[in-house]
């Protein structure tokens, strides 16, 4: 079992930066691909960027490329999402998740989930 924990969002205006954490309750984080996903109100869990074990390769959404930068330190088994150059298209809730085997896009091969950090951005 992972128990995954959020932190780092809040309210922000338009093009401002943020950096999401997501803290690993496990000393085996490192085994694990990481990936950050995001609901906005009335949408569907989408996609926004994911690294496999060993930050070996990184992949992102094309609405974040450019501006968001997924990274790992797996000393503090932490993942983090560093957010630049925030719209408001970006606001929603982000949750971070965890897999073993390789890094992915898609949400239901993801095995652990955290409870999700609020991202305001006001225009």
């Known amino acids: 079992q992972v128990q995954l924990v959020e932190s780092g969002g809040g309210l922000v205006q338009a093009g401002d930066s943020l950096r999401l954490a997501c803290a690993a309750s496990?000393?085996?984080?490192?085994?694990?691909?990481m990936g950050w996903f995001r609901q906005a109100p009335g949408k569907e869990r989408e996609f926004v960027a994911t690294?496999?074990?060993?930050?070996?390769?990184?992949d992102y959404a094309d609405s974040v490329k450019g501006r968001f930068t997924i990274s790992r330190e797996d000393a503090k088994n932490t993942v983090y999402l560093q957010m630049n150059n925030l719209k408001p298209e970006d606001t929603a809730v982000y949750y971070c998740?965890?897999?073993?085997?390789?890094?992915?896009?898609?949400?239901?091969?993801?095995?652990?989930w955290g409870q999700g950090t609020q991202v305001t951005v006001s225009s």
């Open positions: 496990r000393r085996t984080f490192s085994m694990y691909a």
């Open positions: 690294i496999s074990r060993s930050s070996i390769s990184t």
């Open positions: 998740a965890a897999r073993t085997g390789v890094a992915s896009k898609v949400a239901s091969t993801y095995t652990y």
